[in-house]
C-alpha cells in the first residue's frame, strides 16, 4: 500500500515538474538511472539514461532556460511548449510508475497492466501546472515591465528542479512542495495585478490632473 502511495507521489511531483520546465525532470531521471542506484527504471526506459539522450537534453534545457527568461519570447515560448510540457509529464510519471527508487522496492502492479494510466495522468498533470504558468507571465511581465521575468523563470527552474530530486528521493514532501507551489503562484499573481491596479490608478490621476491643467473646468 506504501509503495503505491509513494509511485503516485513521485509520478505526481515529477509531472509538475516537467510543467515548470520539460526538460529538467527527464534530466534528473537519466543522469540518476546513470549514476545512482536511486532510481532503476525497466528495460523500456533504460534510453533516458543513454549518453547522447543526455546530451540532447541539456542543450533543449539550456535552450528552454534563455528563451523563458527574455520577455515577450517566453510567451512564444509558452506556446511551443503547450505540447513538450505535458509530454514530458507524460514521459516522467509513466516511467517513474514502473522504477524502483530508493523508496519503492516494489512497483505496483496495477500501473504494470494499466500502462496507460499514469501516462496519461502526467500528461494532464504537467498541462494544468503548464497553463498555470503560462497564464501567470503576461501579467507578472505587465506588472514589472518585463523585470520580472528572468526572477520567474528562475525560481520556477529552481522549483522543477528540486520537486524532481524530492519526487524520487522522498516523495512524502510532494504533498509539501505541491501545495508551496499553489501558493506561490496564487500570490504572485495576486500581488502582481495588485500593483498593476495601482499604477493604473495613479496613471488615471495624472491623466485627469494634466487635463485640468490644459482645459480647466468651467466654474
Known amino acids: 500500500m506504501l509503495n503505491s502511495v509513494f509511485e503516485v507521489l513521485t509520478g505526481m511531483g515529477l509531472a509538475t515538474s516537467a ?38 537534453l541539456a542543450a533543449l534545457l539550456l535552450v528552454e532556460m534563455v528563451a523563458d527568461k527574455v520577455p515577450t519570447v517566453d510567451h512564444v515560448n509558452d506556446v511551443l511548449q503547450t505540447v513538450v510540457r ?17 523508496t519503492v ?28 504558468k503560462a497564464s501567470a507571465r503576461p501579467v507578472i511581465n505587465a506588472a514589472t515591465f518585463g523585470l520580472g521575468a528572468p526572477i520567474a523563470s528562475a525560481a520556477e527552474d529552481a522549483a522543477s528542479a528540486l520537486l524532481s530530486v524530492i519526487a524520487i528521493v522522498l516523495p512524502i514532501l510532494v504533498i509539501v512542495g505541491l501545495g508551496g507551489l499553489a ?37
Open 183 to 219: 501558493w506561490s503562484f496564487w500570490r504572485v499573481v495576486r500581488r502582481a495585478r495588485r500593483r498593476r491596479s495601482v499604477e493604473r490608478a495613479v496613471l488615471q490621476e495624472e491623466q485627469t490632473t494634466i487635463t485640468y491643467r490644459v482645459d480647466p473646468p468651467p466654474r
Open 86 to 102: 505535458p509530454t514530458s509529464g507524460g514521459l516522467v510519471f509513466g516511467a517513474s510508475s514502473t522504477s524502483q527508487t530508493v
Open 105 to 132: 522496492d516494489d512497483p505496483s502492479a496495477f500501473f504494470d497492466s494499466h500502462q496507460w494510466v499514469p501516462i496519461v495522468a502526467g500528461v494532464l498533470i504537467a498541462l494544468g501546472v503548464h497553463t498555470a
Open 19 to 56: 510543467g515548470l520546465n520539460a526538460y529538467i525532470p527527464l534530466l534528473a531521471i537519466g543522469l540518476l538511472t546513470r549514476y545512482t542506484d536511486l532510481i532503476d527504471p525497466p528495460s523500456g526506459w533504460q534510453w533516458l539514461s543513454n549518453g547522447w539522450m543526455l546530451a540532447i
